[in-house]
C-alpha cells in the first residue's frame, strides 16, 4: 500500500476513535504492516505536528492536530465532508490564483481545488498583494470550467462569499458579514477576502479561479496596529483556535456546493434573503473610488447584475460595478 493512504488510514482511525485509543494490532492488520512499521509512521506524523499518547495495551490516541496544513489530514477531513474533488496541495506556490490558471491551462481535473501552506506572491484585488506566509490561515483556489457567458456569471462570486458567511455562522456561531464586493468582516475588520479571475474566449467563460486568503489561527504577535485595527481571524473573532482542517473542509463543501446551485439557477430564491441577512453596507454612508474619481453617498443594495447601488446627496443612483467601497469616516 502507497505511503499516503496509510496515512490517511491512520488518521481516519484515531479521529473517528475521539477520545479512545487504538490498537497498535488493529493498526497493523488493516495496513497490513508491522506494529513496529505503524509505529514509525506515527512518528513520521509526529514530525509533521501531530500528536499522540501511546499507553501500552491499549493503544494511540489523537491529542493534538498540527497547526498548519497536513496533505493526508486534509484529504480525512474532505473525504469526511463527502468532497470528492481533486485537492492540488501544495507546500508554497507564488500564488494560488495563478497556479489555479496555470492547472486549467495544462487541463487539470475542475472543479478542484488547489491549496498551499504559504505563498511568496499572493494577489489581492485591485493589484494589491496578499500576504500569505502565516501558516495557520487558508490560501485556497476553487477551479472550475464554467463555459458559461460572463453575464451568467455576475453574481456568482457574491453569491459565493454569502454562502460562506452562512458557513460560518452555521459551524462556529461567528457574525461575519460580506462587504461588498468580496470581503468578509467580523465586527468592521477584515476576516477573509476573495478574488475571482477568468479567462474568456468568445464571449464564454472557459476558466474560472475563486481565490479566497481566511484568517483561521494567525500569529498575531507581528501584526502591526494598522493591520490590528483593520484585521482580524476567526480565532480572534471566536476567542479561541480553530480546527484548520475541519474549517478547509467546511469551507470547500461549501464552495463546491456553492458553486453548483449558482450554475443550475437554484440559487435565485435565497439569494435576496442571503444579502438582506449579510449585507455589511446596506443604508451606510460610502466613499467609492473609481480611477480618479470619488462617488459618495449611501448603499442601497444590488443591481440584478450584482453592482453596488449609491444613491448620492443629489438623490441619484449610480451602479458601481467595480472598486473600493471604504465606510465614510474611515480611512
Ligand atoms: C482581496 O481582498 O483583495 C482578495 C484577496 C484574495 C486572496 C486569496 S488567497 C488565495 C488566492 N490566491 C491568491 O493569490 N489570492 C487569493
Known amino acids: 500500500m502507497e505511503d499516503k493512504s496509510s496515512n490517511q488510514i491512520i488518521i481516519q482511525a484515531l479521529l ?11 493498526l497493523a492488520n488493516t495496513l497490513g504492516l508491522s506494529r513496529v512499521a505503524v509505529w514509525k509512521r506515527l512518528e513520521i506524523l509526529s514530525e509533521a505536528g501531530f500528536r499522540f499518547e501511546a499507553i501500552r495495551n491499549r493503544g494511540y490516541r489523537l491529542l493534538e492536530e498540527p497547526t498548519s496544513l497536513h496533505p493526508d489530514l486534509i484529504q480525512v477531513y474532505f473525504n469526511q465532508e463527502g468532497i470528492n474533488k481533486p485537492v492540488y496541495f501544495l507546500d508554497s506556490i507564488d500564488s494560488t490564483n495563478t497556479e489555479g490558471m496555470r492547472r486549467l491551462g495544462n487541463g487539470a481535473v475542475a472543479p478542484g481545488l ?20 502565516d501558516t495557520g490561515n487558508l490560501y485556497f483556489s476553487f477551479i472550475f470550467r464554467p463555459n458559461q457567458p460572463l453575464e451568467q456569471l455576475s453574481r456568482l462570486s457574491l453569491w459565493v462569499g454569502l454562502k460562506v458567511c452562512e458557513a460560518l455562522r452555521a459551524n462556529w456561531d461567528i457574525p461575519v458579514q460580506l462587504k461588498w464586493p468580496n470581503d468578509l468582516l467580523f465586527q468592521g475588520k477584515k476576516l477573509a477576502g476573495m478574488l475571482a479571475e477568468s479567462t474568456i474566449d468568445t464571449d464564454h467563460v472557459r476558466h474560472l479561479v475563486f481565490g479566497i486568503g481566511l484568517n483561521v489561527n494567525p500569529n498575531t504577535d507581528h501584526w502591526l496596529t494598522d493591520l490590528a485595527n483593520k484585521a482580524t481571524s476567526l480565532a480572534l473573532a471566536k476567542g479561541q483556535a480553530l480546527p484548520l482542517h475541519h474549517v478547509a473542509a467546511v469551507l470547500a463543501k461549501t464552495v463546491f456546493e456553492a458553486y453548483d446551485t449558482y450554475m443550475e439557477g437554484r440559487y435565485m430564491a435565497d439569494f435576496e434573503t442571503l444579502w438582506t441577512r449579510f449585507d455589511a453596507l446596506e443604508n451606510q454612508p460610502v466613499k467609492v473610488r473609481r480611477g480618479e474619481t470619488l462617488i459618495e453617498g449611501v448603499a442601497a443594495g444590488l443591481d440584478p447584475t450584482g453592482a453596488l447601488k449609491i444613491t448620492t446627496a443629489d438623490g441619484n443612483k449610480i451602479a458601481v460595478h467595480a472598486g473600493d467601497v471604504t465606510l465614510s469616516g474611515t480611512p
Open 16 to 26: 473517528e476513535a475521539k477520545d479512545t485509543y487504538v490498537s497498535g494490532e488493529a
Open 114 to 133: 488547489v491549496i498551499a501552506r504559504t505563498m511568496s506572491a499572493g494577489r489581492g484585488r485591485l493589484g494589491r498583494s496578499w500576504m500569505a506566509m
